[in-house]
């Protein structure tokens, strides 16, 4: 009966066990549910034989935005949503090999399309005596999405143009980016853990660091320029900003600094500076040039005018009229020499200016240049002499003369309006291909601070050089364009002797030296005798029949006096078209004088239209431009001759004889 009672009490034991055992059994699958049921991580539940879905947690659901019946029963490979974490067959076989499988990054679609970012994890492990896989995947995007936007920050630091560096409150570099390995030689990873005065020690004013440290104290920013240094030891100029590093509790942790290499800004602003100083002295000294231009043409035209005004006088007798009519003369030939100057300027400034090369004799040169300004040397009291440097049948060199002609003019004229007592010597010497010229005088002498723009354009007008002395002042710059032209180079070189108060030694005169291309002719001429002749009509020359074609009516009145000693018949007209029909009409004419610039038909046309019936007439072009081509259009159009307004008597007779005497 007791051991009945006992295996009774042994069997309930068991009895008590095995339902305390279920329900704790039970009590743990509720668990385990609510768990799974609640997880803030997607939980997918997988059969390890068959790879089909055999739970999912709402989680995941929600996630991804599909339905409960978009999972079970469903191969994880079949789940389109599913494909960018498993591919393939062969996919699945690497979660059925692997105890514990982990993806830390991988990308989902949701059902609106949406991309997200999840982090998976695979285990396997027995459930019911049988292997189950449960795959746990948790949202990272936005975890994802601030690591993109944390590189994306770091390479774009890193690739700004700056120099970016942070350092600790001790001067200890924690961060160091490419501009700055570009910009100061150093590496990265040289640099960090360095002190930044080591690696780029700076030129900072006392002033500078003082105002710095208090700003930065402060919490403020603060901005300067000086000079730092770089790895190799080379300087530059930087612009630096530092602004503090501060905790969240306002505590000063360390600087960023800022810099960029200004040196290609800093030759810029000079430059600019240059520029804009060099505009506003040209502006000033075109004004002046402009000033002086209005005094040098008012002047002379003060002396014609008024003069004439003069002999307008009955009373005046025949010494004063002679002596009134020299001053007109003089004034008259000052002012063609200034709007000539003018002229050429201006043909230079527009590059108009072309050089004619011909075969040019300069021991000829010299000898005309000589004989034209001894009257005028003369008068001053001045020695002038020339030195040629070859024999004459040697001097023959391919050049443009007038260009030489106009040069040497200049200096010569020059060397006699500085030069108050003396002498002035002009010649040549060849040497190292180069023939090279020289005025040399005892004038004033240039100053050296003035030997510096001299030969400038708009310089002259205005200096006190030559203040005292009249004259456009554009004499040498005309020059030197002319030099350049041909090839060569003008300077000048004071001339001095030693002082008797202090050995000093002091300027006694000048001497402009210039040089051309020594392009000697292969061709030997016999000496050329210089010679003074009267270009004027003689009482031999051939009486001609002229036709005069002007339309200015002073004009007209000036050649036909001019022509008279020529003529034996002077025609008239005004215009193109009648100047075509009187020669039609008259084929006896010997000359025409042509205007080139009427209304109507031009001078140009009416040449090109005469010369298809009449070859032998002797056509001489006038024109009151003279600009640069002119003589090579009045020559294209079929004119034998060109001569510019104002005409001289002259060069007039000289050409006219020329072709008749």
Not at 228 to 238: H, I, L, Q, T
Not at 290 to 313: D, Q, V, Y
Not at 384 to 412: P, Q
Not at 575 to 592: E, F, Q, S, T
Request: glycine share 6%; proline share 2%; charged share 25%.
């Amino acid at each position: 009966m007791k051991k009945a009672l006992e295996n009774h009490n042994t069997v309930k034991e068991k009895g008590e066990k095995k339902s305390d055992l279920k329900e704790a059994l039970i009590a743990s699958e509720i668990r385990y549910r609510r768990l799974f049921e609640s997880a803030k991580d997607g939980i997918l539940i997988l059969d390890a034989e068959t790879g089909m879905i055999v739970d999912v947690n709402p989680f995941l659901i929600n996630l991804l935005g599909y339905s409960k019946s978009d999972f079970i029963e469903k191969a994880i490979w079949e789940i389109g949503f599913l494909n960018d974490i498993i591919e393939n067959k062969e996919k699945f076989a690497e979660l059925q090999q692997n105890k514990y499988v982990r993806y830390e990054d991988l990308p989902l679609k949701t059902s609106t399309g949406n991309k997200i970012h999840v982090e998976f994890v695979s285990n396997v492990y027995i459930e019911n005596q049988k292997e189950v896989i449960q795959c746990n995947i948790r949202d990272i995007t936005e975890r994802i999405n601030i690591q993109n936007e944390i590189k994306f920050q770091v390479d774009l630091i890193n690739n700004v143009g700056q120099a970016i560096v942070a350092t600790d409150l001790q001067g200890t570099v924690i961060y160091w980016n490419n501009a700055a390995e570009k910009i100061y030689g150093w590496l990265s990873s040289e640099a960090i853990g360095q002190n930044i005065i080591h690696l780029t020690p700076a030129q900072q004013t006392k002033e500078q660091a003082i105002d710095s440290m208090q700003k930065l104290s402060m919490g403020q920013t603060w901005a300067g320029e000086f000079l730092v240094k770089r790895k190799d030891g080379s300087s530059f100029p930087a612009f630096v900003t530092d602004t503090p590093m501060v905790s969240s509790d306002g505590e000063l942790k360390g600087i960023i600094g800022i810099s960029s290499d200004v040196t290609e800004r800093k030759r810029n602003e000079l430059e600019l500076i240059l520029a804009k100083e060099k505009a506003e002295e040209s502006e000033r000294l075109k004004s002046a040039f402009l000033a002086n231009m209005s005094h040098e043409i008012r002047t002379p035209m003060n002396g014609i005018l008024g003069f004439t005004e003069l002999l307008k006088n009955i009373d005046l007798n025949g010494e004063q009229q002679q002596q009134y009519i020299g001053i007109i003369e003089k004034s008259g030939a000052r002012l063609l020499n200034i709007i000539n100057d003018i002229i050429s300027i201006s043909k230079i400034e527009s590059k108009e200016t072309r050089i004619t090369v011909t075969e040019t004799n300069v021991n000829e040169l010299m000898a005309f240049i000589y004989h034209f300004f001894k009257p005028e040397a003369a008068k001053k009291n001045l020695k002038f002499s020339f030195k040629n440097g070859l024999s004459t049948k040697d001097a023959f060199v391919n050049t443009d003369r007038e260009k030489i002609y106009a040069i040497l003019t200049n200096l010569v004229k020059n060397a006699i309006k500085f030069t108050q007592s003396g002498y002035i010597e002009t010649g040549y010497n060849v040497k190292n291909g180069f023939i090279e010229f020289y005025v040399s005088d005892s004038g004033t002498g240039i100053p050296l601070e003035q030997r510096e723009y001299i030969f400038e354009r708009f310089r002259q007008g205005n200096e006190t050089l030559t203040s005292n002395y009249e004259g456009a002042g554009l004499g040498l710059s005309i020059s030197k364009a002319y030099v350049e032209m041909l090839g060569g180079k003008i300077w000048i070189k004071n001339r001095t002797a030693e002082s008797s108060l202090n050995g000093d030694r002091e300027i006694t005169g000048s001497v402009f030296y210039f040089t051309i291309p020594a392009n000697f002719t292969q061709k030997i001429k016999p000496d050329i005798a210089v010679k003074v002749v009267d270009n004027e009509a003689k009482g031999n020359a051939k009486k001609l029949k002229i036709l005069l074609v002007e339309d200015d009516f002073n004009s007209e009145l000036l050649m036909r006096a001019y022509l008279k000693m020529f003529a034996k018949e002077i025609l008239h007209v005004s215009n193109g078209i009648d100047a075509v029909n009187i020669c039609k009409k008259n084929d006896d004419i010997d000359l025409i004088l042509m205007d080139i610039n009427m209304l109507g038909m031009n001078g140009y046309e009416a040449t090109r239209n005469i010369r298809t019936f009449n070859n032998h007439v002797v056509i001489i072009a006038q024109t009151a431009y003279a600009l640069s081509g002119d003589k090579e259009k009045v020559i294209a159009a079929g004119c034998n001759n060109y001569i510019s307004k104002p005409i001289s008597h002259h060069v007039l007779c000289k050409m006219i004889n020329s072709y008749f005497n």
